[in-house]
């Protein structure tokens, strides 16, 4: 029998619900097509994640961003990554100031750009990797530590990064430790001829998108936590462990692809972002506990990120994608698996 669900987490449920359209339909006012991505970029807000966008220039990445950060009452900052940014540029610096009236010197924290709840780190393989680490801390912890001092972030934090493929003139690789504390890696592909047509139509002519302000911060708070109170069953939740275990090569649930073509497979956060999305996703969908459905779903934009190929992978031009795929296709759910 099934237990019954607490009426306060049904009214919150069906708030979580309308508040969520809600916040789509200010978004595709002004965003295009790009469905499975706005989802993706929402639900790593709303479980309190951060998002990595990829894409050539020109698609919309940085506009999402934009429109986001009008539809939510969250304080908003951009950097722009350039090669000649410095760590400093991005979490602020301690500078001395001196009093008018007394003379008195003293040193003084002047935050940086960091020092808000959105922040787009606007094509942020083009910094180098020294400053693309400023971001780690913040992302873990949601902190700033300076000169031995620590500063907390305001909450929610969320930070949104796009980048340029790295086949690119002028970029860097992201390190492996930052590209593991984003939740999820949308890859942000062409429009259609109809969508074209529709961004011709808004972009050419008088159109002006009215955004609205859809949800405060307080209430993206209480929605990071309801998200945490939604179940996921113990089989569920090993079939999440054992995708991200046959990630790892020569590991006891690897695929042939995963030995042939990975190097380096997901760590621990992989079974985290795969947890918390499909949780989101189940709220959405009006239930209460996590399916394997769900967990399928968000498992490609969850490990992309995280599984490094090898050079025979590479020389033979296979995608993560490629290799996730056949994974998926061969980790059988537990109710499938031999005990």
Do not use: C
């Not at 990071?224 to 462990?241: E, G, K, S």
């Amino acid at each position: 029998m099934a237990s019954k669900v607490d009426p306060a987490v049904e009214k919150a449920t069906e708030e979580f619900r309308h508040k969520f359209q809600s916040l789509r339909d200010e978004i595709g006012k002004a965003i295009v097509g790009h469905d499975e991505i706005v989802e993706g970029v929402l639900t790593a807000l709303l479980v309190g994640g951060h998002v990595l966008l990829e894409g050539v220039p020109g698609l919309g990445k940085t506009y999402l961003v934009r429109t986001l950060a009008e539809a939510v009452d969250l304080k908003f900052s951009r950097i722009q990554f350039t090669p000649d940014l410095m760590p400093a540029d991005i979490i602020g610096t301690t500078i001395i100031s001196e009093d008018p009236a007394s003379g008195k010197r003293s040193f003084e924290f002047q935050h940086g750009p960091l020092f808000a709840q959105i922040v787009l780190a606007d094509e942020i393989n083009r910094a180098t990797p020294k400053t693309q680490s400023a971001l780690l801390e913040a992302m873990q912890e949601h902190t700033v530590t300076i000169g031995g001092t620590r500063h907390q972030l305001e909450e929610p934090f969320f930070v949104m990064a796009t980048q340029n493929p790295i086949e690119q003139e002028g970029t860097y690789p992201l390190p492996e430790a930052q590209l593991d504390r984003f939740l999820f890696k949308l890859v942000v592909n062409y429009s259609n001829r109809e969508e074209l047509k529709t961004i011709m139509d808004r972009t050419t002519t008088n159109y002006r998108a009215e955004i609205k302000k859809t949800m405060t911060g307080q209430e993206i708070v209480g929605t990071q936590n309801l998200v945490r109170r939604i179940v996921i069953a113990p089989h569920v939740q090993d079939y999440a462990i054992r995708l991200s275990m046959a990630s790892h090569p020569e590991g006891p649930y690897a695929v042939e692809a995963t030995n042939k073509y990975v190097r380096w497979g997901a760590s621990p956060r992989a079974v985290q972002a795969l947890t918390l999305g499909a949780k989101l996703r189940a709220l959405l969908d009006g239930r209460f506990n996590a399916s394997f459905s769900d967990v399928q779903k968000i498992y490609l934009p969850a490990m992309r990120h995280r599984v490094l190929l090898n050079f025979e992978g590479e020389a033979e031009g296979i995608s993560t994608d490629d290799v996730l795929g056949q994974i998926l296709e061969a980790t059988p759910t537990m109710a499938e698996a031999a005990v």
